[in-house]
């Protein structure tokens, strides 16, 4: 498989000749961004025999599994949500690289995804806090993948609401994660990608940012910045050829959410997968999952602010 951009030569990606997934920082042995134009190297990547399984089928017969390999990135790897579409992913034969800050979880990720048939595993460890990082650490991942077809971004802190009622170091803290951060990576990556006029932009906002409760206004806030931010940036690039698919989840059974009330019964995350999954690789713009969310979240905007305001959510 060749990079759809090779400006900066041909070179083959570290691990390629021996091993499916690699951890590699990067590094200033191996640039990953070209000093003149800021773009990333692209590597070019061995083709697997996975890869090659897919493109050779006999002329005439549909392959079984005739859909090309994607070549995703995601960030934030170690969520619960994404690891479950990163194992659909794997079981497709996609190309991931994964971003995450937990060496150990990641490492553990990357090897289920690689057992369960990925065409490609990359990982870099990563506090995705560090915005003085992302351009390099998006050329490496983009030139390790050899192009980019999906960029996921899971990545978010539910934090914790009364903590930053009395503190806004911890408000901060989750702004920069869940806004910050995001808008970070989002500015780079939405350049790369308008300037080739392909790639999709997947990012998980959340239905708390469509209307502030007391419960959770700051998470909430954090959100709706995204949902914000995601519209004007769709509302900029999508006649570029690129993608913006917003994607709020209601509450899902993850480690997020696993000590609040009732979660138990919050949706299943294999079938909210499953959704975000089939949504990328369809047209929509804004996902509500389960799709009720879409619902129950327009009568909350409905409700008149003098009603909201004394009520407990
Ligand atoms: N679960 C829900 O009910 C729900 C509902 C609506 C929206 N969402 C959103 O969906 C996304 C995924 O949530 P989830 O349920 O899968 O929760 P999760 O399992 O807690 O996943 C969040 C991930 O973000 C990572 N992360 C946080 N800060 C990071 C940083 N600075 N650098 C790198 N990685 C960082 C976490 O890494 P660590 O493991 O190292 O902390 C974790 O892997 C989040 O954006 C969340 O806000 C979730």
Known sequence: MTGEHGTGGERIEPGATDARYTTHPPSASSPAIDESTQEPVLAVRRTSGRDREAHTAP???????????RRILVLGATSGIAEACCRIWAERGDSLFLVARNADRLAAVAADLHTRGAAYVGTSVVNLDDTAAHPELLAHAINSLAGLDVAFLPLGILGDQAE?????????????????????????????????????????????????????????????????????????IDREGVRVLTIKPGPVRTSMTAA??????????GAVAGTIVKSIDGTG???????????????????PERMFKKMNL
């Open 59 to 69: 002329t005439g017969v549909a392959p079984a599994e005739s859909r090309v390999s």
């Open 285 to 303: 713009d804004v996902l509500y999952v389960p799709g009720k969310w879409r619902v129950i979240m327009a009568v909350v905007r409905a409700i």
């Open 164 to 236: 930053a009622e009395r503190h806004f170091s911890h408000a901060a803290e989750i702004l920069q994660t869940n806004f910050t951060s995001v808008v970070s990576l989002l500015t780079w990556l939405a350049n790369y990608c308008a300037q080739r006029h392909a790639g999709t932009l997947a990012v998980l906002s959340s239905v708390a940012g469509d209307r502030g409760r007391k419960s959770n206004y700051v998470y909430g806030a954090s959100k709706a910045g995204v949902t914000a931010f995601l519209a004007g940036l769709r509302n900029r």
């Open 260 to 269: 609040m009330k009732g979660s138990a019964k919050f949706a299943d995350v």
